[in-house]
Antibody, heavy 121, light 107 residues
Framework: QVQLVQSGAEVKKPGASVRVSCKAS????????IHWVRQAPGQGLEWLGRIHPGVAFTTYAQKFQGRVTMTGDTSTRTVYMELSSLGSDDTAVYYC??????????????WGQGTLVTVSS | EIVLTQSPGTLSLSPGERATLSCRAS???????LAWYQQRPGQPPRLLIYGASSRATGIPDRFSGSGSGTDFSLTIARLEAEDFAVYYC?????????FGGGTKVEI
């Protein structure tokens, strides 16, 4: 079955960068977009961007342009999301999620289990 | 960027009752690109509805979506215990995906 498994929790200091991984299995890795979404404690969902691993095409949310980088490794079927210049308001659970279908614009299904990133001095 | 406003913020109901959740877009959007998700505490979101009215795989038929233009809704016909959760709408029809702020359905 389709599965996305994310890396473990991270604790970072303000100003640092964090890289979260998302390992995919059970489907053709190069065919579907992977999206990244975060959720601050007690808050709603916020989209960071997406990557198409097959062609390394990325789209980032305007809010995160210049601070987020998404990459993919087809040999390991893994997508990475790196966020730089971390501040306390970047403390959140970060999720990866696959596009439901092949098209450019699709809902997200399924989702990874989430990775807690804590930014604290 | 499409802004999605969900209402109410919290819906207090009992098992067996009907729940109707609203999602209003800041401008007209294609119903082909409106989704609903359910999130239980400590869990990732789960896709319920895509294309405004199509149920995702494995979603019970007590969940239904409708709407067009700027006004969309999610209806849960008869609430069951596992339906008490937070629900989010999402627009995914442009290169900037957006979510609504969520509606909590509580007992």
């Amino acid at each position: 079955q389709v599965q996305l498994v994310q890396s473990g929790a991270e604790v970072k200091k303000p100003g640092a960068s964090v890289r979260v991984s998302c390992k995919a299995s059970g489907y053709s890795f190069t065919t579907y977009y992977i999206h990244w979404v975060r959720q601050a404690p007690g808050q709603g969902l916020e989209w960071l961007g997406r990557i198409h691993p097959g062609v390394a095409f990325t789209t980032y949310a305007q809010k995160f342009q210049g601070r987020v980088t998404m990459t993919g490794d087809t040999s390991t079927r893994t997508v990475y999301m790196e966020l730089s210049s971390l501040g306390s308001d970047d403390t959140a659970v970060y999720y990866c999620a696959r596009s439901r279908g092949y098209a450019d614009y699709e809902a997200s299904d399924p989702w990874g289990q989430g990775t807690l990133v804590t930014v604290s001095s | 960027e499409i802004v999605l406003t969900q209402s109410p913020g919290t819906l207090s109901l009992s098992p067996g009752e009907r729940a109707t959740l609203s999602c209003r877009a800041s401008q007209s959007v294609s119903s082909a690109y409106l989704a609903w998700y359910q999130q239980r505490p400590g869990q990732p979101p789960r896709l319920l509805i895509y294309g405004a009215s199509s149920r995702a795989t494995g979603i019970p038929d007590r969940f239904s979506g409708s709407g067009s233009g700027t006004d969309f809704s999610l209806t849960i016909a008869r609430l069951e215990a596992e339906d008490f959760a937070v629900y989010y709408c999402q627009h995914y029809g442009t290169s900037q995906v957006t979510f609504g702020g969520g509606t909590k359905v509580e007992i």
